[in-house]
């Protein structure tokens, strides 16, 4: 049977200000990425975060991104590979210390430190090397073909090939720049199509026309827009319509 891992960020909230719909959402996924206080969250929404997927059986994993809550650790910064390293380390560490088993399942780096990894081979194995030497056994959720999937085979670290639900892609297989008007697809119906395409073709359509090929592992739905408990709803079902087992990698 085919198989197919759900993921969303969660754990954004930060304070008193609420992001996203994780409980509700929850029930619909099979991992779980938690932001670790660098881009959003903290250390009380790290752990009620972890709290709620430990009871929906979701799998455990760390969010890291630049240092950028005002940003949302959207905006490109200038970051050392060295600095990268320690710094993903460190947000590692800091959500491993509310894990039941103090042990996590994956990494899936957040925002702009993901896409920049994306094409900088130096930043994408600095990354990885900063998730090996915390725990080897972690398994690295990249961009499919991206420079963290090539450094993650070099250095002999698990990964993760992942797709995304809601997003335009360009020729080359990155994703869209948010500032361009197509890069986030709204048509839900559409986006579940292209979801299934991906898992059974193993190609996208870039926004130019050309097709990409990827083998997907899992796929980013998101948890944070008007619409987001529907959408995962509707993708959920969709791949069980299809005979598509929604199991964490």
């Not at 009620?48 to 997927?53: D, F, G, H, I, Y």
């Not at 080897?136 to 991206?146: K, V, Y």
Request: aromatic share 6%; charged share 20%.
């Amino acid at each position: 049977m085919v198989q197919i891992d759900l993921n969303c960020d969660l754990g954004e909230s930060f304070g008193r200000y609420k992001l996203g719909l994780d409980e509700e959402v929850l029930p619909y996924i099979t991992s779980a990425n938690i932001a670790c206080g660098f881009h959003a969250g903290d250390p009380e929404v790290m752990s009620q975060t972890v709290n709620l997927a430990t009871e929906n059986k979701v799998a455990i994993g760390a969010h890291p991104g630049l240092r950028d809550l005002q940003g949302f650790g959207r905006r490109q910064m200038k970051i050392s590979p060295q600095t990268a390293k320690a710094e993903v380390q460190y947000q590692i560490g800091a959500l491993q210390g509310f894990s039941p088993s103090h042990k996590l399942h994956h990494v899936k780096p957040h925002g702009a430190l993901y896409n920049m990894a994306g094409k900088d081979y130096d930043l994408a194995r600095a990354i990885c090397e900063g998730i090996y030497a915390v725990d080897p056994e972690l398994i690295l959720i990249g961009l499919a073909n991206s420079e963290l999937i090539h450094a993650a085979k070099d250095i002999g670290l698990p990964f993760a090939q992942e797709v995304f639900a809601d997003r335009n892609y360009e020729a080359d297989g990155s994703l869209m720049s948010r500032d361009l008007p197509d890069a986030v697809i709204t048509d839900e119906d559409l986006a579940v199509s292209r979801v299934i395409q991906m898992i059974k073709t193993h190609s996208v359509q870039a926004h130019d026309g050309s097709m990409i090929e990827m083998i997907p592992d899992t796929v980013c739905v998101h948890g944070d827009g008007v619409k987001a408990l529907a959408f995962v709803k509707k993708i959920h079902q969709a791949l069980n319509d299809e005979g598509i087992e929604i199991k964490a990698i």
